[in-house]
Nanobody, 122 residues
Framework: QVQLVESGGGLVQAGGSLRLSCAAS????????MEWFRQALGKEREFVAA????????YYADSMKGRFTISRDNAKSTVYLQMSSLGPEDTAVYYC???????????????WGQGTQVTVSS
């Protein structure tokens, strides 16, 4: 079992930045590919970014490339999502997930956090 707790969400003006954190506890953090997803009101949950166990490989949804950066600190069992140039379309609940490389981006990770709300005002 892995327990995930997101933090760092909040209200930000368009054009601003936020950094989300996801702290993991339980089984070995470095064993997992870590992902971020988001779900806007009335929409399906969508893939945002992923990072492999070492942090050397990262993956992004096309609309996030160049604006979002995923990183991890295995010593702190924490994954981060640095978000910049935010727009109202980025308003959503952001979730972190822990899983395997075979399920990256597929919304099928076995472990999920409870989510953190990000609201971008225009």
């Amino acid at each position: 079992q892995v327990q995930l707790v997101e933090s760092g969400g909040g209200l930000v003006q368009a054009g601003g930045s936020l950094r989300l954190s996801c702290a993991a506890s339980g089984r070995t953090f470095r064993a997992y590919v870590m992902e971020w997803f988001r779900q806007a009101l009335g929409k399906e949950r969508e893939f945002v970014a992923a990072i492999d166990w070492s942090g050397s490989s990262t993956y992004y949804a096309d609309s996030m490339k160049g604006r979002f950066t995923i990183s991890r600190d295995n010593a702190k069992s924490t994954v981060y999502l640095q978000m910049s140039s935010l727009g109202p379309e980025d308003t959503a609940v952001y979730y972190c997930a822990a899983g395997a490389s075979s399920t990256v981006g597929l919304n099928r990770a076995p472990y999920w956090g409870q989510g953190t709300q990000v609201t971008v005002s225009s």
